[in-house]
């Protein structure tokens, strides 16, 4: 009974031991599953909604485009939905299945994206970027290509992807003349640097990943990826303005798309860390010619 009793005292504080030793565990699964859901509608005005300085809706009260000054966005027409269908039937059923779900013919749920929901600019983007039609299915990875389809085809499929359960963000056009290209340089180093490196040139990534050149891309394009987080790009909704997204794109298609080299010959854009090492090997090696150059005629 004495030793009993001694660990029913006991249980109490094994059990806070216990939480106390699980907690991390506790805080990882609970944050992995909050990983898993998809990001909340922000309210923050002008940050990729409707929620806009700049609304326009149909005479169903349907909004067909919003934004303000620094981006616009603008719903596909409805009237693409018969074309689109027959497109996506055509390109992408085969593994997306014939509702947009992920489920192929015969296939398991879950075995492919469900597109439904995701809104005109996800779609637009991974068509018109090439990455899709996917020519590797078995690639961990899409990478950017020559699009099989053409920007028209890609708006097509989006609209009626989108009819199936409308939803945003909706294309967007920015209005470069309105950014500023400084704040964008600094936005870009804070938000996009880690992932793209500073030259924009991209980088290796886990688990057979990478993140993706930013050199060639049209603004639009540099938008649908901010504002919607393709493959392991965090989404950028809430938490960056219309005004910011537009500065941080024309950072990227100005300075990164033609960089200003002032101290001479840019070395392809390799990087700080590659072009002060090629510029150390070259420099100590002119430096060592000419010292045996010297010590030789003397």
Known sequence: MGVTSTLLRRVPLLLAAGLVASAPLLLFVGSANANNLNPPPTTRKNAGTPNSTIVVKNKAGVVIKYGNKYITYKAPSSKLDTLGRALFLENCASCHGTEADGVPANGTSGAYPDLVGLGPATIDFWIDSGRMPAKDLAAVEAP??????????AVAIAAWVNSLSASYPDIPTPHLKNANVAEGAALYA??????????????????????????????FQVVEAIRTGPANMPRFTGNLSDQQVSDITKYVTTEIEHPNNPGGLGLGGLGPVAEGFVGLLIGLGLLMLICYWIGDRS
Request: aromatic share 2%; hydrophobic share 40%.
């Open 144 to 153: 950017r290509r020559v699009p099989a389809l053409t920007p028209a085809q």
């Open 190 to 219: 804070l938000n996009c640097a880690a992932c793209h490196t500073i030259e924009g040139d991209g980088d290796a990534l886990a688990e057979s990943t990478f993140s993706p050149s930013l050199r060639h891309i049209p603004a």
